[in-house]
């Protein structure tokens, strides 16, 4: 196999996984949500922030930032360091909501992985390592 090839077979392959772990692990919340939501559950953000890190338009944006505070996942906090802005900052029920559909993401992973044998396991933890070592260039 040529290495474009392989790059086109491993990027179909990476956007089938992602895709059915996103909307089959949970029906909880709408996938645009959870992915705001992952930004926050590593520190908070200012909406443009968040709007950069998700790479949509600011008005997108609010419209999601609304929908998570509306739910009581999010709160807007004064931002100490700017006055003008607000800081998105992840509630206790957003921590949990998030706690849950990573362990129901998993689940549905483990399901998955469990007719495979332990050698098609081990390939599959080494793939991990490598896929993680070639994103992280």
Known sequence: MTLPALANDL?????RVSRRVRFESTDELAPH?????????????TPG???????VAPPSMTR???????????TRDD????????LLVLTDAGQA?????????????LHQLEGLTKPEQDLLRQAAVLLNQVVGR
């Open 11 to 15: 990027r179909i392959a990476c956007q």
């Open 33 to 45: 949500l959870v992915s705001a939501l992952s930004h926050l559950k590593k520190g908070a953000h």
């Open 49 to 55: 922030e968040l709007a950069d890190l998700e790479r």
């Open 64 to 74: 999601t930032i609304n929908c998570l505070v509306e739910k009581g996942l999010v």
């Open 79 to 86: 931002n100490p360091s700017d006055g003008r802005s607000k």
């Open 97 to 109: 909501t998030m706690d849950r559909i990573g362990q129901a993401r998993d689940d549905w992973m």
